[in-house]
């Protein structure tokens, strides 16, 4: 008998699926490949599979893959041929951010919003642990949310610590299939424990002297939270946004993406050449400047020389 699941968690091996309320532990059959592409686990959290249940042995055996509406995939070294596939079948990606305890770059926020662009994810930035903020950080706050709702970016300031604003994140989540993503030690795992009581997700403390977090997440697994399905995920350092080429990068940025037809070449990176209109836009201050900065930082990454091959 064939049964149809979800996959909510994989650890290398064994793959747990949930099918009509119950997990099943699967393993795959034989070597799959996903057309050419290499990566390093066929199947991902969020994939919908077809599984058979031998009755000698009282695991499953993963025999087909149904199609992805799409894949968040992260290459796991710059230099890797191989990418790995955090999560499939999105429909929002939550990215938390932090000002300190650990500090969240803005590079990073825009690389990862760039990425989920290019995924064409919708994404909610949402602004954890504002009980720490000093009044400079209340400022920067206020700064860092203008520039991104001005995008369009749905942004929502919580504290997990003291209880603020949780119940707007909640309202988020219905019937919809979310991956909460950002760095290490921001309270992803924190955030899903709030959500809903009995969790108990391993979650640690920064490192007071690194600032940083301590990577207790290992894993992406999936839970069923407030009517939708949240997605915790591994902290990440970066996304290596390998496979877009220069002249398409500002395509996945939307406020460049609505004035770059106004260029004078249709291929314009907007950096050297003549009758520019993002450049103007920036001048002018309708572009932000710090976005603008950090599409010059992400134009000149060598990682991105390595593109193309490992997703063709
Ligand atoms: N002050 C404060 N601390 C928080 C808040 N939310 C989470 N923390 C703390 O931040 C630390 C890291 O939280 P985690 O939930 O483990 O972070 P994570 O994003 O899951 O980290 P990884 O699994 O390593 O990626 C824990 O000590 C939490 O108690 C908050 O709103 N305010
Ligand atoms: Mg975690
Ligand atoms: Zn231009």
Request: proline share 2%.
């Amino acid at each position: 008998m064939i049964n149809t699941g979800k996959v909510i968690k994989s650890t290398g091996s064994w793959y747990y699926v949930k099918s009509k309320g119950s997990i099943i532990k699967c393993k795959l059959k034989g070597k799959f490949k996903l057309r050419g592409l290499r990566t390093t686990n066929p199947v991902a959290v969020g994939d919908n599979v077809d599984f058979i249940i031998k009755k000698k042995e009282r695991a499953g055996l993963i025999n087909n893959i149904h199609e992805r509406k799409n894949a968040i995939i992260r290459r796991s070294t710059n230099l890797s041929r191989y990418a790995h596939t955090i999560a499939v079948n999105i429909d929002t990606a939550f990215l938390i951010v932090t000002l300190k305890f650990p500090k969240t770059y803005p590079l990073f926020i825009d690389r990862f919003l760039v990425a989920a662009e290019k995924f064409n994810i919708p994404s909610v930035i949402i602004f954890n642990k504002i009980d720490l903020h000093s009044e400079k950080d209340k400022k920067e706050l206020i700064y860092l949310k203008s520039v991104y709702e001005n995008i369009g970016y749905k942004c929502v300031d919580i504290s997990v610590k003291n209880n603020i604003n949780i119940g707007k994140v909640s309202k988020l989540i219905k019937g919809k299939t979310i991956l909460i993503s950002g760095n290490s030690g921001v309270g992803k795992s924190s955030l899903l424990n709030k959500l809903q009581t009995g969790l108990n997700i391993k979650t640690s403390k920064v490192s007071a002297f690194h600032e940083q977090g301590k990577h207790t997440t290992t894993f992406a697994e999936m839970f069923d939270i407030a009517g939708g399905m949240l997605i915790d995920t591994p902290g990440i350092k970066g996304f290596g946004l390998t496979d877009i080429q220069n002249e398409k990068l500002s395509h996945y940025y939307p406020e460049m993406n609505r004035l770059r037809k106004k260029c004078r070449f249709n291929n314009c990176t907007h950096t050297h050449e003549p009758d520019c209109e993002i450049k103007k836009s920036v001048n002018k201050g309708i572009v932000n400047k710090l976005r603008y900065n950090n599409y010059i930082s992400i134009l000149n990454d060598d990682t991105g020389k390595y593109r193309e091959d490992a997703y063709r």
